[in-house]
Nanobody
Framework: QVQLVESGGGLVQAGGSLRLSCAAS????????MGWFRQAPGKEREFVAA?????????LYADSVKGRFTISRDNAKNTVYLQMNSLKPEDTAVYYC????????????????WGQGTQVTVSS
């Protein structure tokens, strides 16, 4: 089972940028489809972005982040990234990365491994 550790969260002003990283253990990282989700206080966990396994040729974004966030992966470093630009206060949440084997999908149940999350706070 792959283990995931997120980093890169923090406090940023509206309009600013952050890059989240998710480091995975194991030698089979490249075979996993990877996703980012987020959960704001009092809300359900929601999909943010996903990237397919191997070359990452398939990308998927939530409408709320399309054009502002970019997901990418570096298989040599066993790491998936989420570049977040033009941040808004409504982006404030705990961000989780997840690994699965069912394609670049927005469905939470398609991901079997989850990290502990990293807090992102965007001030107005």
């Amino acid at each position: 089972q792959v283990q995931l550790v997120e980093s890169g969260g923090g406090l940023v002003q509206a309009g600013g940028s952050l890059r989240l990283s998710c480091a995975a253990s194991g030698r089979t990282f490249s075979s996993y489809d990877m996703g980012w989700f987020r959960q704001a206080p009092g809300k359900e966990r929601e999909f943010v972005a996903a990237i397919s396994s191997w070359s990452g040729g398939n990308l998927l974004y939530a409408d709320s982040v399309k054009g502002r966030f970019t997901i990418s992966r570096d298989n040599a470093k066993n790491t998936v990234y989420l570049q977040m630009n033009s941040l808004k206060p409504e982006d404030t949440a705990v961000y989780y990365c997840a690994a699965g084997s069912y394609g670049a999908t927005h469905q939470r149940y398609n991901y079997g491994a989850w990290g502990q999350g990293t807090q992102v706070t965007v001030s107005s």
